[in-house]
């Protein structure tokens, strides 16, 4: 079985450097291109399943990239695949959350991953919710007989689900790169993962030079 790993194309907050977290946001001109570019690349894939996190976003990419899923119901939301939560920070910037919130700035770069959000989250307790989401998924996949899954998501997202199957650490999250659109493959014999693709974005070779 395989679980493909897409995050949804680039955005009006992304343009802005916004943490969106739960925040809507919608997909900038270039998002929209991305996401229609990936669904000719993939136009020979059926999945047997495709998971959003139901955040406006995920699910426009989807219905760009899997038009057949879309006209087959088979689009389905799982909302612990969301991104993080920035709780009363959702919407800023970083240098808007230094300049006015002084003390929280000074906390996040102290504390790091396990600085908590206020009213949000902290990035341990988002791997966590990730991590439920993970096995949610196996079984998900297992009930369905599926031999492919498409997760269309985020960039947070889809680091942790990568740091929990690959890497078995939370503290990995960094060291993946998972662009607008892009592609990354995971296989599982049984339930053992294996990473056969990350960040795959060569669909987008044509788009690099367009701006949002």
Sequence with gaps: MKIMLIRHGETNHNLENRMSGWTEAVLSDKGIRQAEAL???LAGENPDKVITSGMKRTDHTAQLVFPTALQQNR???MENLKEMHFG???GMTMDEIRDQHTDEYTQLMEKRGRYTFPGGESLYSFHHRVSEAAKELLICSKKANACQ???VAHSGTIRSLLAHWIAND????WRFQIDHCSISVISFHDTFPVLQG???T???TDLNDLSG
Excluded: K, M, S, Y
């Design 149 to 151: 899954i498409a997760v």
């Design 75 to 77: 689009i389905e939301i």
């Design 170 to 173: 939370w503290q990995a999250h």
């Design 39 to 41: 669904g000719r690349c």
């Design 198 to 200: 990350c960040n795959d």
């Design 202 to 204: 060569h669909h987008l």
């Design 88 to 90: 009363t920070l959702e």
